[in-house]
Each structure stands twice: as structure tokens, then as C-alpha cells.
């Protein structure tokens, strides 16, 4: 299976601050890259897809980048509401595998 | 807004069976979309089970197929997954979401995600 190395995996950070998550796939999987997030008792949230691309009605605040084997999820100036987990997903092979995962923390 | 809600036993026996549903609301479960279910045990990070699409065909992780059963029901706009011979290492929280089959394929809609715990 294709293995999904995510990295920190928790940060602390502040209100507006600006924060990076990377994700390291142990093969080439092109641009099949997708983040979310997640909030205790809450359905995960898609935020970016395809590596790059803001799924409709996430914030600009989010952005993704990378191709390959690595990427990044960025957030710049960080809002309360930030504060949650984060991880990456691999869709170029099945099975689909995820990375472990980053908890963001104030 | 298509919602996905999880429902099912929070406690199976162990060498029993998981049986979970996913119902479908604000959209039809019969498009061009698949239906997934993933799990995250305790302390762990995801991992994808299987997916079906609504005429019936399906896709398992090589790892759980042996056990792995999903199904579908359009009638009711809802898919189920069932899960045979469980052990402690089945305890989890169970996802059902919508995979867009288009690239590069991604969940854009989640359940809330229902816990399941295997112990006697």
C-alpha cells in the first residue's frame, strides 16, 4: 500500500498565525493529493483536492501545493475556528490511504 | 447539501458481525458518485474499508476483503456495510462519505462517523 507520511503531527500555533502540514507519499502519486479536516463529533471537512484546488465555500485562508511526493497544506492567519485536525489522502492507488493525521492545537 | 448519516449497534461481540447503514439525504445515491465506508481506531490514522456504486459493483481494501461485505439499497438511498469475524482490533469510528470518481477522486461529503466497539 502506498504509505502517506504526514508531518508535525500536532502544532501549536496562535490566532493569525501562519501554519504549514506536509505530506510525503513513499511513491509518485502525481496530483492525487486531498486534505481535510476534522472536528471532534463533526464530519470531516474536504478542503483541498487534486494537491491545489479549494473545494467551493472552504476559506482562502487554506491553500495546497506540491506534486509528486510532497506537499504542504498552508494556512495563513490562523482563526479560532482552525483549531482541529488535519490530514492528507492519497487517490492515485487503491487502497486509498491517509496520512496519520495532524492535531492542531491554540 | 447531500448529508450521510451512520446508524447501527456502538457494541458487537467479538467473532460476531459489524453491520452498519449510511443514509442518504439531499441527493440520490444512484450518480455517478461511489459510497465509502472508512474507519479510524483509537490512536490510529484512517484507513479506507471498501466502496460500492449504486448498481451493485464494488471495491474492498485487499486487507479486509476476506470479511468485507457493502452494500446497497436504492429504494431506501442508503448503503451498508457489514463486517464479519471482528475483534478488538475492529473497535473504531466508522465513516460513511461520497467519493467523486473524477480526478482525482476525492471525499466531498462525510458522515459524522458512529463508534464501534468489539469487546465481550
Known amino acids: 500500500d502506498m504509505q502517506m507520511t504526514q508531518s508535525p503531527s500536532s502544532l501549536s500555533a496562535s490566532v493569525g498565525d501562519r501554519v504549514t502540514i506536509t505530506c510525503r507519499a513513499s511513491q509518485n502519486i502525481r496530483s492525487y493529493l486531498n486534505w481535510y479536516q476534522r472536528k471532534p463529533g463533526k464530519a470531516p471537512k474536504l478542503l483541498i483536492y487534486g494537491a491545489s484546488s479549494l473545494q467551493s465555500g472552504v476559506p482562502s485562508r487554506f491553500s495546497g501545493s506540491g506534486s509528486g511526493t510532497d506537499f504542504t497544506l498552508t494556512i495563513t492567519s490562523l482563526q479560532p475556528e482552525d483549531f482541529a485536525s488535519y490530514f492528507c489522502q492519497q487517490s492515485y492507488s487503491t487502497p486509498n490511504t491517509f496520512g496519520q493525521g495532524t492535531r492542531l492545537e491554540i | 447539501q447531500v448529508q450521510l448519516q451512520e446508524s447501527g449497534p456502538g457494541l458487537v461481540k467479538p467473532s460476531g458481525t459489524l453491520s452498519l447503514t449510511c443514509a442518504v439525504s439531499?441527493?440520490?445515491?444512484?450518480?455517478?458518485?461511489?459510497w465509502s465506508w472508512v474507519r479510524q481506531p483509537p490512536g490510529k490514522g484512517l484507513e479506507w474499508i471498501g466502496e460500492?456504486?449504486?448498481?451493485?459493483?464494488?471495491n474492498y481494501n485487499p486487507s479486509l476483503k476476506s470479511r468485507v461485505t457493502i452494500s446497497v439499497d436504492k429504494s431506501e438511498n442508503q448503503f451498508s456495510l457489514n463486517l464479519s469475524s471482528v475483534t478488538a482490533a475492529d473497535t473504531a469510528v466508522y465513516f460513511c462519505a461520497r467519493k467523486v470518481y473524477d480526478f482525482p477522486y476525492y471525499f466531498d461529503y462525510w458522515g459524522q462517523g458512529t463508534l464501534v466497539t468489539v469487546s465481550s
Open positions: 460500492i456504486y449504486y448498481t451493485g459493483s464494488t
Open positions: 439531499g441527493g440520490s445515491i444512484s450518480t455517478t458518485n461511489w
